[in-house]
Every structure is written in C-alpha cells, then in structure tokens.
C-alpha cells in the first residue's frame, strides 16, 4: 500500500516514479534495516507521518515534532476558506492562533503573495518547528511565530484570523485512535470537559483583534456548530456560515467582525 511506498521511499531517497521505474532494485543492508525498523514502527500503530518526521498538507511539505499535531486533510478547509474570503483585500494580515507546525499560516502565505502574517503556539517547541518551515518554504520573509497562548500579547489588527484548536471533549481522549491519542501532542487535542474551552477564550480575542469586515475561520469538531454559533454571536460577530467535510460532518465555521 502507500504507508510501504513512502517507508520504501524514506530508506532510499527515491522519488516515487522511480521507484515505479525501478521495482526490481535491491535495497542495501543499510536501506533494508531502515524499511524494517520503519515497518516495524507503523505495525505499532505509529502515524507514517511521526516515522517520517514529515507530512504533506495543501501541497507542501512540513516538518512535524512531538509538540505539532499531524497536518490533517479535513484542516485543508480552514485554508480554503481563508483564501476565498481574503480574494480582493489588499496585502492582508492573517494570524494564526495555535499554529502547531504553521500549516495553515503558511498554506495561506503560499497562496497569497501579498499576505503576512503572526502564528501563536503555547509551545516552543512548536514555534521552533514552524519557524523550521517557514524557512524552508521561503515564507520566513512574511510569517513571524510567538509563544503564547492564542492571541496573548499579540498587536495591531488582522484581516482574517484562522485557528484549528483542541476540541476533543477531555473524556473522549482515551477512545480515540492509538495514532491519535498516542502521538498526537495532547494540548492539541483536549479542549476541556466540554470540548469548548479555547473557542471560550479564542473567539473573543480574536473579534477584538479583526479589522472591520474580516473574518474569523476555525475548525470545528462535529456536532459543535450549535454551541460555538453562539460564542459567536455572544460577541457580535456576524455572517456566521459553516462548512462540511467529505463524510458530511461539520468541519468550518466563519464569522465576520461588522
Ligand atoms: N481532528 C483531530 C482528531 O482527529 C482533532 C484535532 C483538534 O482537536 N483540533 O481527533
């Protein structure tokens, strides 16, 4: 399957066409021991992302470490909607609260020459790795990364404020997916007894913080759209709309500062 592929290719510095230009291609004892330890790895259950140190998300590579969530595909909405709702600002500020590798900050800043933008994370570590891939995209220019907690401290004003926060009901933690609950860093994960704690402190942080007419863009766990509609709402925040992902489970929610 594909998990094999990418272990196959990780040991030997393949590309992947030409591992299929090359099926036949003896690994070297050095090659061989890798693909093993690697294999042996993903059979205990650990995500191919944490074995490989890196996962794709938007068509760009980035670095993980223990304190940064896994890239998720259905996190891919937050971006899309960033773009779509920032079509037509000039030069927008973009923050990215709880940034973990700086995924979405710096998908948005790809996508978006003019953009810049600040990425938070309580951890160092975290900051550490997000600023590692800054660099490596070449955003570094354009994304700045604060150890905070959400938007503490953080200045000026923004055009778009973008966050996919823990929102795992603490009690639900233990029946999620070994992957998950064993590698996934947990404050990533665990959004309190209720699952809303950061949006409690997030949503009005970041109303105060958008420029008139811009937009708040969050994940959301599924069955949360009630509840965190009206922290929304709660603090005047308008033209709340929300998405799904492919499996039909409310993934986005959006709001625009008045
Ligand atoms: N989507 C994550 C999961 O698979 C949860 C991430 C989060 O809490 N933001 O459990």
């Known amino acids: 399957g594909l998990d094999a592929r990418l272990i196959v290719m990780h040991a030997t510095g393949m590309t992947h066409v030409e591992l299929l230009r090359e099926p036949e291609r003896i690994l070297s004892p050095g090659e061989a021991e890798t693909v093993s330890r690697c294999a042996g790895r993903r059979a205990a259950r650990e995500p191919l992302a944490r074995i490989l140190g890196h996962w794709n998300f938007f068509g760009l590579e980035f670095s993980l470490s223990a304190e940064t969530l896994v890239p998720r595909p259905e996190t891919e909405m937050v971006v899309e909607a960033g773009i779509e709702l920032l079509a037509g600002v000039h030069a927008p500020l973009i923050a990215d609260a709880g940034t973990g590798s ?12 003019q953009a810049s933008g600040t990425g938070t994370d ?3 570590v975290a900051v550490d790795t997000a600023r590692k891939n800054a660099r490596a995209l070449g955003l ?15 200045n000026g004003v923004f055009d778009l404020v973008v966050s996919n926060p823990p929102y795992v009901m603490s009690g639900d933690i233990a029946g999620l997916e070994p992957e998950v609950r064993l590698h996934d860093p947990p404050a990533a994960l665990d959004g309190g007894r209720d699952g809303f704690d950061a949006y409690r402190i997030l949503i009005p942080q970041a109303a105060e913080r958008l420029k008139p007419g811009g937009w708040l863009v969050m994940e959301t766990g599924s069955g949360q759209h009630n509840m ?12 709340i709309g929300t998405g799904r992902d492919m499996a039909g489970h409310e993934r986005i929610i959006q709001a625009q500062k008045p």
């Open 102 to 113: 700086g995924c979405i900050l710096l998908a948005l800043l790809h996508a978006l020459p």
């Open 122 to 124: 309580q951890s160092a």
């Open 140 to 154: 570094d220019g354009r994304a700045r990364f604060a150890t905070t907690n959400w938007l503490d401290g953080i």
């Open 228 to 239: 965190v509609t009206s922290l929304l709402q709660d603090v005047g925040l308008v033209n």
